[in-house]
T-cell receptor, first 115, second 113 residues
Framework: AQKITQTQPGMFVQEKEAVTLDCTYD???????LFWYKQPSSGEMIFLIY??????QNATEGRYSLNFQKARKSANLVISASQLGDSAMYFC????????????FGTGTSLTVIP | DAGVIQSPRHEVTEMGQEVTLRCKPI?????LFWYRQTMMRGLELLIY????????DSGMPEDRFSAKMPNASFSTLKIQPSEPRDSAVYFC???????????FGPGTRLTVL
């Protein structure tokens, strides 16, 4: 089974609107970390936000927030007030701690912000 | 801080040649990761080190690939001999511990003809 599933290959959002990028994960570990990265067309991988499995509050970083629903095993990224510069690939990732700290990435979602 | 440094940024080589990719992690980081990214397979973890020791190399595709970390500030990923299917972008990332985020380098785009 896939460890990280991103079901939206491509998404479009109007500038200044909010958008949610979906991510579900599969693990039997109690302790794990969830991450979102942004990869613009220039190719670099930019860390956006982190959520620990024991964190009770949803993580927030500026315009980014992570909607963590542990029972559903989902870790959706919410981008508020989209900007043209948000157009990029977005990757969800998970690190398990009880299985050798293996790190898994999803296949990514391509986000296009429309002016 | 200069961030994670990778060299070269681009490498074009012929099949059968040895390729060495280099990485300098962020100072003070004790974990280092090598990834490969292709359109077909996405982002794959090849190997990671903690305190210069390889922890998990199960992602290394085959014996042609080897990675070393002789000290806390330098790591290499070597492919010998290279094949066209090794063409990809190779990322190095470093972190401070298993829970924190990883910081990625700019990547090395490898083309094997």
């Amino acid at each position: 089974a896939q460890k990280i599933t991103q079901t939206q290959p491509g998404m479009f959002v109007q500038e200044k609107e909010a958008v949610t990028l979906d991510c579900t994960y599969d693990t039997s570990d109690q302790s794990y970390g969830l991450f979102w990265y942004k990869q613009p067309s220039s190719g670099e991988m930019i860390f956006l936000i982190y959520q620990g499995s024991y964190d009770e509050q949803n993580a927030t970083e500026g315009r980014y927030s992570l909607n963590f629903q542990k029972a559903r095993k989902s870790a959706n990224l919410v981008i508020s007030a989209s900007q043209l510069g948000d157009s990029a690939m977005y990757f969800c990732a998970m690190r398990e701690t009880n299985t050798g700290n293996q790190f898994y990435f999803g296949t990514g979602t391509s986000l296009t912000v429309i002016p | 801080d200069a961030g994670v440094i990778q060299s070269p940024r681009h490498e074009v080589t012929e099949m059968g040649q040895e390729v060495t990719l280099r990485c300098k992690p962020i100072s003070g980081h004790n974990s280092l990761f090598w990834y490969r990214q292709t359109m077909m397979r996405g982002l794959e973890l090849l190997i990671y080190f903690n305190n210069n020791v390889p922890i998990d190399d199960s992602g290394m595709p085959e014996d042609r690939f080897s990675a070393k970390m002789p000290n806390a500030s330098f790591s290499t990923l070597k492919i010998q001999p290279s094949e066209p299917r090794d063409s990809a972008v190779y990322f190095c990332a470093s972190g401070t511990n298993y829970y924190n985020e990883q910081f990625f380098g700019p990547g090395t785009r490898l083309t094997v003809l």
